[in-house]
C-alpha cells in the first residue's frame, strides 16, 4: 500500500505544478479560457490523488481488500491523470476525439469512486480496533 501512497502523492504534486502554471498564465493574460480545465486538474489531478494517496498511507497496515484497493489504485491513476488533461485539450480542440479523451477518463474516475466507498464501506479491517 505504501507504493500506492507514493505514487498518488507525487502525481498529485505533478497536477498541483501544472495547476499552478495555468493559473499563473491565466492571470498574466488576463484571459480564463481555461478555467474549468485548470479547476478539473486541481481538484482531481492534485486534492483527489492527494486524498486517496494520504488515504494508502494512513490505512496501510488495515487494509485487508487488496484486490479492491489495487483496482482503486489504477482506476484513479488511470482517470484522474487523463481526465483533466483531456478536458483540457478540448478546450483547444472542440471535436469528438477530444470529448472522448476526457469523458472516458472521466467514466473510470467515477470507477474508481465506487471503489474507494468499497473499501471505505465493506473492509472489515480498516476501522478495527485490533
Known amino acids: 500500500m505504501l507504493k500506492y501512497s507514493k ?23 488576463s484571459s480564463y479560457s481555461m478555467v474549468a480545465g485548470h479547476a478539473h486538474i486541481l481538484v482531481v489531478g492534485w486534492l483527489t490523488l492527494f486524498a486517496y494517496g494520504m488515504f494508502y498511507y494512513v490505512f496501510r497496515d488495515k487494509l485487508s481488500m487488496k484486490r479492491t484497493a489495487a483496482m482503486h489504485f ?18 483547444q480542440m472542440q471535436n469528438t476525439a477530444t470529448l472522448l479523451a476526457f469523458i472516458i477518463p472521466a467514466s473510470i474516475l467515477l470507477v474508481a469512486a465506487v471503489l474507494f466507498i468499497t473499501l471505505l464501506f465493506f473492509d472489515k479491517k480498516l476501522f478495527s480496533s485490533t
Open 74 to 91: 489504477w482506476t484513479s491513476l488511470l482517470g484522474g491523470g487523463i481526465m483533466p488533461l483531456g478536458m483540457l485539450m478540448y478546450y
Open 7 to 29: 505514487w498518488l502523492m507525487r502525481i498529485a504534486a505533478i497536477y498541483m505544478l501544472i495547476g499552478a502554471l495555468i493559473g499563473a498564465d491565466m492571470a498574466g493574460r
